[in-house]
């Protein structure tokens, strides 16, 4: 076990100032709905030196307390809001410029990324939420952090260039080095179990371009190649609903991709191309709902499990990296400070969603269908129809036994999602309306 280079605490030079009196000079009038989902949340475009910001990591614990990260001209940005988004304060990192920071529930959290004034990266510890309360490890140069993850309480897992793998199994008293046994730098981690992680990896330089998913047992140990795409595809972002479904978004030599696996990694099919763009991230929210981000204020959304997806509009043409979910709403973040945010049709974890299927019959529905849960439910639940942009269509009742009745009256065909609240969870599906 190795204890990386350099722990201390940050406290001290964390400087926070509030950005809440610059907002109208940068962004001009108060939010705005840039649709009915979308709302633009003011913040500035450019730090206090006139360089324009580039936000690529937002994460929230609980509804009000969230940090958005990313860069300007190289130089680290960190700004945190205790209300929901109303305001912000920039947070002195410098010299860190952070790739990813995750909060949980708890206010506890962490973020990584790489030195601007020596070849290192760096892996931080969020305590309880304040910008008082960090500490931090520092890796062994080269190694640039760019993705963590935490598939439990105890363990942390970071990757970086050239195949490094950083972990913790006792919450970052000790830590262990892994490898890949590749030269390819990782990017971009997930842990749909704690036994099972992803990574997308490509050849390292100053910009890495993915086209390899790589697959990973518990604590980050012992990585495999699960597949290897054409030179031309650049992966850009991955999200996976179980350890073996999954997709994964970027471009290939004609425009934006999503390409999704029901094996485990070992094969792909392509779900949705286009003839322009790039998509730079992906985002589950619970077992069927899904949203892609991309350049030009791209945003995709599935509610099938990814095997279609529809663009919506996101009111903004700026360039779109992070993604991230706070309970009942999605925050996206991008180039010139846009941070928008939109309500969920639905808040239920992947932890949470219940796996089994309900059944349809007749399916697709054509006039009147019975949909059996094949679990009880409370007195007085219904099964909410919600169309592609997350809007309720219809409701129907659920008697006690599970069971609700679709009246295709009134209902334009096309694909619907389905929720019912069964009281220790909720139950999505897919309905289709000829």
Known sequence: MHTLLSQTALASALRGYSIAGILACCVGAATSMATAQWQTIPFPQTDAHGQEIRLSTISFSGGNI??????ANNTGVVAATHDGGATWDFIDVAPLVPARIILHSDGAGYFCGR?????????GKILDG????????YTAPPVYVADIATPNASTIIAVGDSGNVIASTDAGKNWELHSTNRSESLQHLVFPSPAAGYALAGTPGATVRPNLVMKCGEGGANWTLAHQFPAATVLNGIAFTS????????????GAI?????NGGAEWKKVYDA???ELTNVQFVNQTEGYAVGIGGMILRTMDAGDSWT????GSTKDLYGVGKAGNTLWVVGASGTVLKRSLPSAVPLAESSTSSARIAPHPVESVSRVQLGETVPHGSELTLLDLLGRTVAQFPVDDEGNAVIDRTGLPAGIYQFMVNTGSHSRTGTVVVR
């Open 275 to 277: 003839k322009w763009g």
């Open 130 to 137: 304040q910008e008082d309360n960090w500490e931090f490890w």
């Open 243 to 254: 350890p073996e479904t999954g997709v994964v978004v970027g471009k290939d030599e004609t």
């Open 311 to 314: 663009a919506e509009e996101s």
């Open 66 to 71: 969230g940090y958005a990260g990313g860069e």
């Open 115 to 123: 030195r601007t004034d020596i070849e290192a990266g760096f892996i």
């Open 258 to 262: 999503i390409l999704k696996t029901a």
